[in-house]
């Protein structure tokens, strides 16, 4: 069982023909039932061509009426994301992954603001993930974004993290220790996002195969505090929590857009505390996240 992805998702990329498109799409069509999985690409000036054997469609709502598929990924560049995102949605994708860096938290602010309208009046919710994220994997399945999938290994463990290198850093370590990973979904840094810790977890509590949860978080924003709290009503399964950031100065800026200390509650200290008193296995060593699991299984 995975969540949100298996080898029978339907999957577009949107920015196909892009650099960043060409060169993540190839990667994820080689990488287990990707071939299967990817059906198409979006880019309005190419419709009509074919790259790497997919069709490329002018639009999402073309593409998914002729392939069914269900979920997109986005590679197009920050200045056109936000309305790739309206698009998918607009489409009724079940899921859209924005990979992209640097959209205008206005434009993310505008969009979001659609999406929930369109709920509201009755439409179709579309989930997003991202912006700004990896993307998502179910190993041995299928990857949707740019994580390298050699490191990950079928297993038990579930994974979800707003930095996209201690994902990587998290599932190597559990695929060395030969637990593996259940799904691994990187939400992203932006201050203005999808799918939250929360949401993650949920559905990793909810996952028959999913034994044990590594969540890791940063500095900024109170997601990672609301998650623990959730957890310590609700969560059936062990949580491993780990904040990147201890060292960071407050009013600074620290790599992602969302990673910024704004008052005393979201400083990585804070956050620790307030998995700890939830129950959460925690380490400020990223290096011991892999054997701190491993305890607790």
């Not at 008052?263 to 505390?273: C, I, S, W």
Request: with cysteine; aromatic share 4%.
């Amino acid at each position: 069982m995975s969540i949100l992805i298996d080898k029978n998702t339907r999957v577009i990329t949107q920015g196909i023909t892009g650099k960043t498109g060409q060169f993540h799409t190839e990667k994820c069509l080689e990488y287990a039932y990707g071939r299967h999985c990817f059906v198409a690409g979006v880019n309005p000036k190419k419709a009509g061509e074919s790259i790497f054997g997919l069709p490329i469609f002018a639009t999402v709502k073309e593409a998914k009426e002729a392939t069914n598929a269900t979920v997109s990924v986005i590679y197009v560049p920050p200045a056109g994301a936000a309305d790739a995102i309206w698009e998918a949605c607009e489409a009724d994708l079940d899921l859209v992954i924005c990979i992209t860096e640097g959209i205008p938290v206005r434009d993310m602010l505008l969009v979001r603001n659609k999406m929930k309208r369109k709920v509201a009046q009755g439409g179709k919710e579309t989930l997003l993930l991202g912006p700004n994220c990896p993307g998502l994997i179910t190993p041995d399945e299928i990857k949707i974004g740019i994580m390298p999938g050699h490191i990950h290994k079928r297993g038990r463990v579930g994974v979800v993290s707003r930095s996209g290198t201690l994902t990587y850093e998290a599932v190597a370590q559990l695929s060395e220790l030969g637990l593996g990973q259940s799904s691994a979904v990187g939400i992203g840094g932006d201050p203005i996002n999808g799918l939250k810790h929360l949401d993650v977890l949920k559905m990793f509590n909810d996952d028959p195969e999913t034994e044990a949860v590594v969540m890791i978080g940063e500095i900024g924003g109170p997601d990672e505090a609301e998650a623990a709290r959730w957890c310590k009503e609700n969560m059936k399964k062990p949580v491993v929590g780990f904040v990147a950031g201890v060292t960071a100065p407050p009013g600074k800026r620290m790599g992602h857009a969302g990673a910024l200390i704004s008052g005393g509650a979201d400083t990585a200290e804070a956050k620790l505390a307030v998995m700890e008193e939830c129950g959460f296995a925690i380490t400020r060593n990223p290096s011991e996240i892999g054997k701190l699991v491993k305890s607790l299984l």
